[in-house]
């Protein structure tokens, strides 16, 4: 039974070699089909990956804090446009930063109110350019650096900001924007600090620090009709290994503020990447969607392709099975070639796939994942097209009758 | 008639093959009671549509639509599954088709290694016994021809080494002469008959009535029915079987192969 295989591999390899340029037409459908999936699923994971290595490079005693309640279920955040919440009223107040600082172990929190609004100087700055209210400890919690001039002081006058790298050239045309004036909202702000280029333009925090301004929470507050509206809270722990308690303690510490309502999430590790990362697989998901369809006409043509063999072959079939082939043989036979079909149109795809998706990361910020669940979706979606579309092709080639087929010339 | 003293390879009870249904029904084998011995070569005749080849068919299990009784060395073919009979097929029957029935993209001895592919043989194994008996047959330089650069003669004899590759104990043989000149039919008949003496159950189908000279029992059918059934007193079935090629006819059969 094993020879029977390998002379069936064997012998689709000689048929397929036999009308070469027929086979390699057929295979490159499944290339397309599987070189689409490969690249998409290689640079959504990508993407995925880079919050998630954020988060790693903090040290992993990060925890968020966001308003709203913990979703259990991913498909309604997908839905969902990701900013909603930005919309909403926040759920977090001023009180619970202050309870959340009297936590043991707690380094710093950092509370994060995102505004919109125009931004303006010599140029005025694109119009999502994000204004973000915070307090000096953001600096710690989010390990940002200034390469010129200092972070937020509460010392100083509130009407002071730091401002991103890409930002200050944006509206001064330069890097070295000390000292210069800045219009938020309609309110003038001394520039103090100019950050360092973080090139990290996806990040947990929903934010691009290159090019947005941070301005001191009690600035924000008075842009804000005097109310804090707090998107988010970062907190960082003196070790990682207190981060679970205080993670414990924050939950209990905000629920008591909170009334007994868990209309908030703390989120660590892998979690404060989701919300990201689910945006990145509804994505991913469509996207493969479409690259699936592409896979079907490939595995139609496999189709149309076999039983254009099985048609031409008629007579080989009749000599096989007077000669001792069973049906089951026959089958073997066809179905070997098929998947030899889409298993090769596979195996390019997926080179194929990494070649265009190592090309277009070249444009993107982050670059294409190498995980094995790529590689097995690529072979393992080839053997289910090539079994699929091959199937019918050899049963009709098994079922036909011996004599017909032997009286058929070629 | 027939050689009692030997067991009976096929037994047909009443069979019949019916085509077409309704108005459009014909027994193409009207109802054929016959029995077949190890050792015999039989020769069967007719007029074109008197059922001879769908008679081979059926003794070859390429058709097993049938009525009536058909025992193969004493086992009803009926009770037999598909899978089995393929099995049959590869292991018991060699066919020999009037067309030769090569298959034309692959190499000499390829085709001659088919049968063994359905035994479950090593590519290598498979090989050495194709080339083992093409050398029998004296197309050894041939082996890696492709079959349309063959001669008619030559491609016979690659087809009938293919049927007998296996070393089956029933030929079928359907007007294996009916495409070559009477030189190449000569040495088929010739390669026939030794087959036949060596032991092996022929069943010839034929149109030409010298070659049922070749032949230990002649049959002849006519629409459907066996129209007469009679032993031929040849000097050729002497029943010697598995006697070796002697050294005389191995030299000739060289001559001619070269030729």
New interface residues.
Partial sequence: ????F??HI?NAK??LK?NRMRSTLTMLGITIGVASITAILALSGGASKIVGDQVDALGGNVAVIRPGAPSDTPLSDITQTPNQQQFAASTLTENDIDAIEKIPNVTSVAPMMILSGAVKATKSAPVNTAIIASTPELAESNDLTVQDGQFLDPELSPYTTVIGPQLSIDVFGTEQSIGKMVNIRGQGFTVIGVLKRTNNPINYNGVDFDSSVIISRDAGKSLNQGTLQIQQINVRSDTIGSLDQVIIDTNKALLKNHFGEADFSVLSGDQIAEPTNRLFTAIAGTTTAIAAISLLVGGIGIMNIMLVSVAERT??I????????????VVAQFLIESLALSIGGGISGYVIGYVVAFGVSTFLPFDPVFTWEIGAIAVGVSLVIGTLFGLYPAIRAARKD??DA?RQ?? | MAKTNLPPVIVLKDLKKRFGIGDAEHYAIDGIDLTIRRGEFIAIMGPSGCGKTTLL?VL?L??SKIEGEYELEEKSVATLS??RQ??I???QIG?I?Q?F??????TVIDNVA??L???????LARIKQASAILHNFHLGEREYYMPHQLSGGQTQRVAIA?ALV?NPSIILADEPTGNLDSYASHIIMEELSDLHKRGNTIIMVTHNPRLTTYASRVITMLDGKIATDTQTPTKKSDGDAKRPLGKKKRAKRKKEAKS
């Fill in positions: 039974m094993r020879f029977l390998i002379n064997q000689q048929s036999s007579r080989e009749g000599i096989r099975k007077a000669l001792g082939a069973s049906n089951a043989d011996p004599i032997l010339y070629d | 068919n070859g390429l058709d598909s899978r393929a099995r097929r590869s292991q066919f088709f067309s029935n090569l298959i034309n993209r692959l088919l049968p592919i359905y035994k479950g043989m090593t590519q293919r296996n």
